[in-house]
């Protein structure tokens, strides 16, 4: 039996939140085929690379720190909610997962395919991964 699809239709009113969690979907329904299971292990292997169509029109690509490229669009609210757009980035800007700009994250990277880290936050100064408790 063959799974069917629905693409989600969007109104300009739909929240940042809501177009992120449509990608996560997206990403998420076909990272089984590259990976050939719905291992795991194996799936987050396979998920860097991987691209899906955004909601502007072009291509979002999931990155090894588990980010995706989009592009940043700067706006003013109407007075009827909508916005104004009144900046943009030539292309697409790629999510970093920890700030170089704040102390307590300026050594920490994330990367899921370098197999010397293979870790979303490791400490380039200690070293060390913190796993899930943050430090």
Known sequence: MKKKTQRLTLSR???????????????????????????????IAALPGLETPNLTGGTAKLLANHHITKPVLIGEVRADGQFN???????????????????????IVADWV????????????????????YK
């Open 13 to 43: 009113e739909t929240l940042a939140s809501l177009r992120n969690d449509q990608l996560d979907v997206a990403v998420g329904a076909f990272t089984e085929k590259p990976a050939g299971t719905v291992d795991v292990t194996k799936v």
């Open 114 to 133: 370098n197999p010397a880290i293979n870790c979303g936050n490791y400490n380039s100064v200690t070293k060390k991964c913190s796993g899930q408790n």
């Open 85 to 107: 757009v009144v900046s943009k980035s030539p292309g697409l800007v790629e999510g970093d997962a920890w700030s170089d700009f704040l102390p307590d994250s300026k050594n």
